[in-house]
C-alpha cells in the first residue's frame, strides 16, 4: 500500500471517531443545560445557541494561524495539538454545573477545534486537482458516517447513564483518533519552488478580499454554514414539540443523524460530478436543493415527516463542503494551501457562529419553525452570489497574488 493511500485510510477512520464522538452530545446540548437549573425556554434556547457557537469564535481566530503554521511545519503536528486538545477540553466539560463555566470550556475547545477541517487540507494538499472532488467527497464520508452515528449513540448513552459519562467517552474516543494519527500518518512534506513567490500575510488578505471568485466562495461557505447551523442547537426542542415520547434524546439523535444518511449517500457523488462538469456549477445546483428542502421542515406535523425532510436535506448540503474545499485547492498556489484553506475554515467557523445565535434570536421571536423558512432564503442568497461570480471574467488568482504582492 502507497503512503497517499496510507494516510487517506487512517484520516478517514480518524475522521469518522471524531466526528461521531463530537456529534454524540449535540442531540442533548440544550437537555443538558436544563440540568444547571429550574431555566425557562427562552433562557435555555439562548444559551443553547451561545455555547453551541461559542468554540467557533476562537475556532474563527485560529484557522488562519493553524493553517500558515501548516505551510511551514506540516499538517501532521497540527492535526495532534488539535486532537488532544479536544479531548482534554470535552472531558471537562462532562463536571460542570453553571452555564458559564461550559461557555468558557467551549471557547477553549474552539482554539483547537480544527481537526476535520485540518485533515481535508492535507488530503486537499496531496491530492491531484482533477480528482479533488472525488477525494475529498469520500473524506467527507468518513466523518459523515461517524455524524450518521454518533447523534444515536450518544442518546442512547444520555438516556442509559447521564451526560456526563457521554462527554468522557467522547473524550477517550478523540484521543484514540489523535493516537491513530501519531502513529500511523506518515506526512509527504511538499517540494518547494525555489522561485517561488514568497506571500506575506497581507498580500493573501488582499488577494482573498479583492479576487471575486475566491471572496465569494468564502462568503458563500459561510452562508451554508449558517443556514445549516441556525436550526441544529434548537432541533431537540423541536422534535420534543412533535412527539411525547419520553426517549427525546434518542429521537433527536435520530433526526441529527437523517441528514447525515443524506450526506453519506451523495458526498462522493457530488465531488465526482464536480470533478467532471465544473465544481462551481454543481454547487450552485446544490444551493437550491438545500433550498428547496428545508421549507418544508417549517410545516411538518410529525417527526417521521421531519425525518425524511432532513434526509432529503442531508442529501444536498452534504456535497458543499467538499465542492468549496475543492475550489480553493484548485486556486490556490501549493505553498500557501494551508493558509488559504485556512482562511476558508474561518469563514466557515463564521457561520456556526453567526448559525445558532442567529437561530436562537429568531426562534425566540416567531418560533423554531420560522427558523427554516429564514435560513432557507440564505441558501438562495448563497446562489445569487456564485452566480454573480460566474458571469464575470475569469481571474486567476495566482496571477492576482502575485500583483498584490508587488503592490507592496
Known sequence: ????????????????????????????????????????????????????????????????????????????????????????????????????????????NGVVTGFIPTSLAFISSQTAKEEAGKMLGTLQMGSVTGTLFGPVLGGLLADAFGFQYTFVITAISVIIAAIIVLFGLKEQKKVKNAKAIQYSRKSILKGLFRHRLMLNVMVVTALIQIGNFSIQPLLSLYVSHLTDAKDVAFLAGITFSAAGVGNLLFARYWGKLGDSIGYEKVLSILLILSFVFIIPQAFVTDLWQLVVCRLLFGTAVGGMIPLTTALVRREAPIDIQGEVMGYNTSFRFLGNIIGPIFGGIVSGFIGISSVFIVTGALFLLGFGFLYYAKRKPIQDFEDFLAAEEQKL
Open 1 to 108: 500500500m502507497n503512503v497517499q493511500k496510507r494516510n487517506f485510510i487512517i484520516i478517514w477512520v480518524a475522521n469518522f471517531l471524531v466526528a461521531g464522538t463530537m456529534t454524540m452530545i449535540m442531540p442533548f446540548l440544550s437537555l443538558y443545560i436544563e440540568t444547571f437549573g429550574n431555566h425557562s425556554d427562552a433562557y435555555v434556547q439562548k444559551w443553547s445557541g451561545l455555547i453551541f457557537g461559542a468554540s467557533f469564535i476562537t475556532a474563527f481566530i485560529m484557522s488562519p494561524i493553524w493553517g500558515r503554521v501548516a505551510d511551514k511545519f506540516g499538517f501532521k503536528p497540527i492535526l495532534l495539538i488539535n486532537g488532544f486538545g479536544i479531548a482534554t477540553s470535552v472531558f471537562l466539560m462532562g463536571f460542570v454545573d453553571s452555564v458559564e463555566v461550559f461557555f468558557m470550556l467551549r471557547l477553549l
